[in-house]
């Protein structure tokens, strides 16, 4: 049974969406406005049936383009506004004699903590083998509402090399010109970036604005954003992955990989799933070659920016990326978030959340089998889409498995699979024509 619907699937995730921001946010006038102007427009001139925008300025486009106007104004309402208030709260509120200001509270603590790690490398520090309990760090007491003795990002730094060496041109551009540096106008950066990548990957006009508003209006996405949590970073070089991939730039695209590697932990969980794709993609007579130089050019970037921090201090790197996370230092971060943790402290089966645990085993006894399924359905319905949804839904069952699961996590999740699903009608065709 076929149901055509009276608007477009955007509008009925605006509808959706918008209202759940215009309540929490309380910016209720534009996001109203730019909505009920978009609705009359798609009532006006429907866009769903156009498979491509023409190629001539006419109507058309001049419809898609005050809808994408529109989307963009819905977007800056409830992403940009929001987090330029609060930079610009920093900028003119004056810190207290000990350093305290009250912008720290709309500032994550990961944010924060990545500024004073940013500033200590352009002066020859390592951050990985520095403490923060001296820094603006002080002023945060506790995690998620559990106390803690003390708080063990005073000793820990746990992003990896990339954040650090893409902000420093930033801090040194921005404090060269006298402007205080905010770690979240990067990641807003990114932001943009991200959403002027979306409409990229489709043709049909209600496509591309489906997809951004979709995927980059997801309130677990816009409030990470907003606060200063850095998940946008790797979903936009994991998109541009597979964008390059979609356009058969294979080589780019294990290049962007290998840099979003070095960026965050969570873009390791997407490689295997990416090996898998390129595996059925490639033509078997070309498979050897292509393959060699892809891993060589996805390598680049991991050498380039994790291996000095590792010879710069072996151990303290070590500890801070690999140990820390997993909960086996002398000053854990306690177990929160959606996890399997919280099930497991509740129950008393972990008498604090700040005890170590060996989550590996669930990791190993149950992550694996998953894994071995993902790979079995993926191998049978390959494509871009498919891959994004086995990796977001491996993704989470790690995360489910670990120590934490906070709530970006899961939206860098949401936001993965959210992509796949709508990416994998597009992407059907991509193994029908191997690469040439």
Known sequence: MNIKLPVSLDVLVLLLLVPAFMIEQGQSFLLSVALLLYIGIELAYPLSDYKELPQT???????????????FIILFAATGLPLFENVIFRVLTKPEPNGYTPAYLDLHDGALQMEIAVAALS?????????????????????????????????????????????????????????????????????????????????????????????????????????????????????????L??????????????LAC???QSAWFFVPFYALLV????????????????????????????????????????????????????????????SIGVILVGFGFIESPLDSFPFWIFQLVIGVPILILLFKYQWQRNNIGIMLICAGFFT????????????????????????????TPVTEKLFQEKIE
């Open 396 to 423: 989470f069952a790690f995360g489910f498995l670990s120590r934490f699961f906070q709530e970006n996590y899961l939206g860098y999740v949401a936001v993965i699979i959210t992509l796949g699903i709508l990416l």
């Open 57 to 71: 300025f006419d109507k058309t486009r001049l419809t898609f383009l005050l809808r994408l106007l529109l989307l």
């Open 123 to 243: 002066e020859g520090v390592n951050p990985y083998a520095m403490r923060f309990d001296n820094t603006p760090m002080k002023f945060h007491t506790m995690i998620g509402g559990i106390e803690v003795p003390e708080m063990p990002y005073f000793h820990y730094f746990a992003y990896l090399p990339g954040y650090l060496i893409l902000s420093t041109p930033f801090y040194q551009l921005m404090t060269q010109s006298g402007l205080l540096y905010d770690q979240r106008l990067i990641y807003f950066l990114f932001y943009l970036l991200f959403i002027f990548l979306l409409p990229l990957f489709v043709k049909a006009p209600v496509h591309k604005l489906l997809l951004i508003s979709a995927v980059a209006l997801n309130p677990k996405l816009v409030n990470p954003v907003i606060t200063g949590m850095n998940d946008i970073v790797v979903i936009f070089f994991l998109g541009l992955t597979c964008y």
């Open 279 to 338: 595996w059925q993609m490639i033509p078997i007579e070309q498979r050897k070659n292509t393959l060699i130089k892809m891993v060589c050019v996805m390598a680049i970037f991991p050498i380039l920016f994790l291996v000095p921090f590792f010879l710069w201090d072996p151990n303290a790197f070590v500890t801070d990326i690999f140990s820390y996370p997993a909960g086996n230092v002398a000053f854990n971060y306690p177990i929160r978030g959606y």
């Open 245 to 258: 991939t979609m356009k058969k730039r294979l080589l780019w695209a294990a290049l962007f990989l290998g």
């Open 262 to 264: 070095t960026v965050k």
